[in-house]
């Protein structure tokens, strides 16, 4: 009875605190207009092939048992973009709440496991520029402001500046991925190691790393943005200039929400998927040195996201595009988070609804109970007795206590005869007969 | 970009019609008292295996990537058993609605899937006989009544009747199952091919078969209890005596709830899985001559569960039996007849919860128009805007008769000057400023 590697269940006072969470979440998502839809967890093999870059190994396969090769899905965005392919939709705002497979190595105490939830919230369609990317900027605001998880930084960047400053700095186009994916890792180990990773592996030359090490080292808000669209060298870039056009377009619309005071444009931030081809983000909570909640779970990413416009053309038969752009909470992060919050606050949720106790004090009175919890569950209400034909009256009350039920509805031979229920206040003892 | 064989996508108003469907479902569960809990998708192989008689070659399996050897879950109760095994629990009142998977022949006309949702409410622990079986009961007969499915029976048996019955016609013990999975048949061929089948595959004598054919073809309620408790066989047959005096009970309490109208003892009803071990149920809709709905989607079983005090042992290292008994939704099913009642009113559900859309009538507006729903999501309020800097007002006005947002909010140049709001009923094109 070993447990699965990176799995895990989910008591009941876990599933009642992830749907608490998965609540608040979608409730946003509900705030900015999405539907949901479903995909299934089995996608074709073909189809998550080539989507992920280096961590394609990590994709679980299914056993070949006759029929068709099967994989379990390790993102919600790739089956997103096969469904609008698929339906020929090219106008969508949808939110989708699942679980994903990654052969990773798992790192449970950080909320990293092998099967796990993502929320997603993604606008696919043709529309003017940065619009739809700020509002799921507002919606990463809003949902980690409405959670208190303390404060975070969302940080910004956009692929075309990223290979524009690539460009720029002489790297050849087939080696922007690489480059990607091995800047990417600079919110863990410091630029050293990552340049060393560059001119090693990635066969950069010493040269070209230096000048990219300048500019991923920046980060900062407007001001950036202006001073970057006079840098001598990467202004004379297409790719650079159109970024960071929309960059500024983007702080506008975000200024506007009010929210620019999370947010940080910054260089060294390159997500690790190949799919992205715009704005990419990536939300951070910062570490408080007061509070020892966080500092057990460690900080990181608690969302991300960005705009992937080739992602569903590559799935269509004549290659249309429909541009999309999107976001995914990092739900079980913020899980592992609010589990040792709750945990320290010694606050004890309760994990079923039942409104009320049918009990009895005297024996031979389970055709009474049983009568009367027919009629409260034909009614609606939320009633449970204990499963015995003559419990102890202390034992039933013990049990709303236990349990958190608020009420008991007690009928004994006097009430029987009397032809009514006595409800008791489980807290305050108050009887009345009704 | 075929679609993959059994599964399924559901688009928005499909997963608006389920999450209806399942949050009905939900409720009833919670009305009873019930807590979640969550299991992983994925679960040893070895878990599964054994389990579930001649249906584990369906059992999904992953590739061996390394690591332990996984697959697929196939229901949600062994993992639910498996559960309580692991966590020493002895006593749970719990639901889970979950996916699991067959690698069965789909058919998807009849709500026959691969990949499918399960929703099952199961309660655990040693208990007085009969009552927690009965409040399955009357679980089903509560669903099926709320979603107004048209007329149902729910069929009860017992596997310590149908043994009995197996033990007086002469089967060896070591045949009771085989006989169990052919007698299951019932319900789909008639009883000259069970029969055959018997005596042909299961080397059943022809004598013994010809005298389980007088059982298992009787069905009724209270009488026949009755009858066969003087039956001068089965009356000597320790396990039936015991299955039929349970029976007696159970149908005392369901009397009690007011549901026996809905009941048939039905000694035909034996169901597939080897893991039952007293009484067993199946919720079947009755056609209905003038409803061409029920007829395209066939009628068949909507529910189904039974009693399973073996399970939890077979998991646990000292074999430690918690006894079990619980009831699944058929979903599937139920959202196939859903689905096609829908289609044939023309009744057109809503996809999102969008209660205002934030327009204006003018060009350059699209700073005002960010500024007000920012407000908006941060009140709480859900409200949309089409991702355009300039929009006519009439296809602003249309996009919420499409999609049924009830209200528009304009800003215009004349409304920013006095700073009012317009407020739009859609439908009676009524407008207050505000």
New interface residues.
Partial sequence: ?????G??????A???L??RLLGAVVSCF???????????????RETLMGKYGEDSKLI??????G??L?A?RYDLTVPFA??L???KVTNMK?YHVA?V?R?DNPATTRGRY??FYQCDFD?A?Q??PM??D??CL?IVH?ILSDLQLGDFVIKVNDRRILNGVFAVCGVPESKFLPACSTVDKLDKVPWEEVRSEMVGEKGLSPEAADRIGEYVQLHGGLDLIEQLLQDPKLSQNKLAKEGLGDMKLLFE?LT???ITGKISFDLSLARGLDYYTGVIFEAVLLQQENEHVEELVGVGSVAGGGRYDGLVGM?D?KGRKVPCVGVSIGIERIFSILEQRLEASGEKLR????QVLVATPQKHL??AR??LI?EL??A?????ML???DPKLLKQLQYCEDTGIPLAAIVGEQELEDGVVKLRDVATREEVRM
């Fill in positions: 009875l070993r447990p699965r590697q799995t895990r269940d989910h008591p009941p876990q599933a009642a992830r749907d509900k705030r900015h207009g999405a539907a949901a839809i479903d995909t299934p967890v089995l996608e074709l679980y396969e299914l056993q070949d048992q029929g068709e099967l379990l096969r469904y392919a698929m339906n949808r679980k497979y052969r092998r099967e606008i369609g529309f003017d619009i739809p700020a509002e507002k809003e619309y506007l929400f009010g799935f038969p994990t079923t609804e039942t389970l055709a049983l009568k027919s569950w034909d609606g209400i939320k009633a449970e499963y015995r034909k």
